[in-house]
């Protein structure tokens, strides 16, 4: 046994010695020191010209991959006065030393590329995937249709208790022709159902599949036969055969919540979609054509409950959106939703808009409440899951709203939204460097979305980077155009006062100003102008201002944005959040 260990240690002095010779080691911290270089200068480059961060990690790629490369070339050649040549013959002992070397590279590179190459995501077994159903009838106007059927298959069998992949995520790969398993490692999902419909004689014929994604495999298909106005029911039906395929055990409420329809009316549900459709444009414009077809519906079934709840989400959009004073009836948003809860009390996302409306008008405990009520119901709502993040954001503790957001996003992973606001959650809790780390994977998502480049430019004021803030600013509005993004301004007032260009920053109140002659500008966007120009009684004017006009950004930004802080101590903003009754203590 001992001349094995004399063999070993020599072996190993051996090969340490010809990696001295050979310059290996020098030529490997040379290059590592090289590539950290590379990947400093290109992240900050990337980040001033708003370039997607798949790049930053394909430029660590190749720089993983070439660093075998350079270690085998100092290993073969050397460079000396002489110019490049072979470097000399080793002793006898060099085929052991050559394969330990070899070893040692190939083992090095293979961790190096197990950290920076990304795997797919793990497949969850209590999860399903419900695809928007493709239009094969040839005929546009029926796409309502087809979505309006996915939707209801998704929240049927969220009815059941089954978790149920997000509509923004598995809508957003509508033909693009993937895969079963390229679907499901997507999203995360280990069953998928797919769904299509097409004409045929007289009706349309909805063929339906459930697929076991780690298997590859067909569990379930069947074909259903219905005439246009019929083809609401095969929700329920479709709902209903997926726990038996994915072998789950529904409970007893989960079976009624399903049997509780909303309407046998087929007129109403056709209405309904109708409206469905123009909701998720997620415009003013948009709410407004839904909410014409949500009434149309409710005069064929005045007890049609999630068209009262859908009229309610859709008046609180339009004021979100439009950001004016009364510009919708708070009595009648109110008189919706308690009467669609009268009619189903069971309905986590009527609780979750109903809680949307109590944080609106500032109620802060009903609010709370009516969220826990939904995640009571269904601790998976994502809508409930995400909108408890938005309590927490403007209530506080802001440390309470991450566990919410990461659990939306784990169920709506392609969600731009839902990813931009666990960067906004980081931001609001002062996390700024782990803000832009999760930006770049929301740009990834999206990169043509404007949001999380709005969200950046913040976080880089708050770091007092003025210059990249500018960029990521008018990298937002761009994407926002031909619209005006108004709302927008502010941010690049700020960048330029933060630069000292104060005539910009200036020509964009003046811009402002005007604009307010002949429509609504919020009092919070001249409040952000004037902070960045450091006139604290014009923020605080307006600050108060921003809360008697009812924005329902002004308790959170008044209560913990970064723009603030300079006044949050004055007795006028003491007095604001007293009248709000929100706390500043325990708020980060």
């Known amino acids: 046994m001992t001349g094995y260990y004399e063999v070993e240690v020599i072996s190993v002095v051996s090969l340490l010695n010809e990696l001295k010779k050979r ?16 990947v400093e200068v290109s992240s900050v480059v990337l980040d001033i010209f708003a370039v997607q961060g798949w790049i930053s990690r394909l430029i660590v790629l190749i720089l993983a991959l070439g660093f075998p490369v350079a270690l085998i070339l100092s290993w073969i050649f050397d460079l000396s006065i002489d110019g490049i040549r072979r470097t000399d013959p080793t002793s006898t002992s060099g085929k052991l030393i050559i394969s330990s070397a070899v070893v040692i590279m190939l083992v090095g590179t293979a961790g190096v590329l197990g950290y920076v190459v990304p795997r797919g ?19 546009a106007e029926l796409e309502y249709v087809t979505d309006g059927l996915a939707e209801d298959i998704m929240h049927a069998v969220q009815r059941l208790g089954i978790q149920v992949i997000g509509r923004s995520s598995t809508f957003s790969l509508k033909y693009k022709n993937l895969d079963i398993p390229t679907i499901a490692q997507t999203l995360g999902a280990a069953y998928v159902l797919t769904c299509s419909v097409r004409r045929i004689p007289q009706s349309l014929r909805i063929s339906a599949q ?8 067909a569990l379930w298909t069947e074909d259903f036969d219905r005439e246009p106005d019929r083809v609401f029911d095969v929700a329920r039906i479709i ?13 007893d409420e989960g079976q009624a919540r399903l049997a509780n329809y909303e309407t046998a009316d087929p007129d109403a549900v056709d209405l309904y979609w109708r409206g469905r459709h123009f909701q998720n444009q997620l415009t003013a ?25 859908s009229i309610a989400d859709s008046l609180i959009m339009i004021k979100q959106f439009e950001q004016i004073p009364d510009a919708v009836s708070a009595a009648e948003v109110e008189a919706h939703l308690e009467k669609a809860l009268e009619l189903n009390s069971e309905s986590a996302d009527i609780w979750a808009t109903y809680g949307v409306f109590m944080l609106d008008t500032q109620r802060w405990e009903q609010s709370l409440d009516a969220f826990q009520r939904a995640l009571d119901i269904d601790p998976n709502n994502i809508s409930a899951n995400t909108w408890m993040m938005s309590y927490y954001q403007t209530v506080g503790p802001a440390s309470r709203q991450i566990p919410y957001i990461q659990n939306a996003i784990r169920l709506d992973p392609l969600n731009s939204f839902a990813s931009a606001g666990k960067i906004f959650a980081l931001l609001m809790m002062r996390e700024y460097e782990n803000a832009l780390r999760a930006s770049e994977a929301t740009i990834d998502l999206d990169p043509t979305f404007w949001l999380p480049y709005w969200v950046r430019a913040i976080t880089y004021d708050a770091m007092g980077d003025y210059n990249r803030m500018l960029v990521e600013i008018d990298k937002a509005i761009d994407l926002r155009s031909p619209d005006e993004p108004s709302d927008l301004w502010p941010y690049q007032a ?10 910009e920053a200036n020509a964009i109140l003046a811009k402002l100003k005007e604009r307010s002659r002949e429509q609504y500008v919020p009092a919070m966007d001249f409040a952000l102008i004037y902070a960045a120009l450091g006139d604290e009684e014009q923020v605080l004017t307006h600050l108060e201002k921003a809360v008697d006009d009812g924005d329902w950004r002004a308790p959170g930004q008044i209560l913990g944005s970064f723009e603030f802080d300079s006044v949050r101590d004055t007795p006028r903003v003491r007095a604001l959040l007293d009248r709000l009754g929100l706390r500043i203590e325990g708020y980060l």
């Open 239 to 251: 709902a209903a055969e997926i726990p038996k395929r994915m072998q789950i055990i529904t409970s």
């Open 285 to 309: 414009a948009g709410g407004r054509k839904a909410i014409e077809y949500f009434r149309q519906a409710l005069e064929i079934d005045p007890n049609y409950a999630v068209a009262h709840a």
């Open 23 to 38: 310059k290996v080691v020098q030529v490997g911290l040379v290059y590592l020191a090289s590539a950290w270089f590379i």
């Open 494 to 503: 700020r960048a330029y006062a933060g630069l000292g260009r104060i005539n």
């Open 121 to 139: 995501a793990e497949l969850d077994q209590n999860v399903v995937a419900v695809m928007a159903c493709d239009n094969w009838t040839g005929d």
């Open 210 to 217: 459930l697929s076991d994604a780690s298997a590859n495999k």
